[in-house]
Nanobody
């Protein structure tokens, strides 16, 4: 019904940048809130940022000022621009979306995760 496909992860040195993308597909009527999470080894999954259908954003303090979430509603895609990366940003990054289907039911979907490794 809904698939989220992430891309853009990889290896980067501290201070570098990466841009993650997450494209949604399936029986989508509209995508409501989209968000990014991450999970470091041995840690719980951590919420990072969200963006509403109208473009309102929210960030946790650890990434505020460094990460930027954005979306392209015409492409059903959400982005996470990550700048000034730190080793502690190393994690698997996950896309999450609140999606209204053509049936008008609402579901919450997760991407497969894309790994980000920041070397010191």
């Amino acid at each position: 019904q809904v698939q989220l496909v992430e891309s853009g992860g990889g290896l980067v040195q501290a201070g570098g940048s990466l841009r993650l993308s997450c494209a949604a597909s399936g029986s989508i009527f509209t995508i409501n809130t989209m968000a990014w999470y991450r999970q470091a080894p041995g840690k719980q999954r951590e919420f990072l940022a969200r963006i509403s259908s109208g473009g309102s954003t929210y960030y946790v303090d650890s990434v505020k000022g460094r990460f930027t979430i954005s979306r392209d509603n015409t492409k059903n895609t959400v982005y996470l621009q990550m700048n000034s990366l730190k080793p502690e940003d190393t994690a698997v990054y996950y896309c999450n979306a609140d999606v209204t289907l053509y049936s008008r039911s609402t579901i919450n979907a997760w991407g497969q995760g894309t790994p980000v490794t920041v070397s010191s």
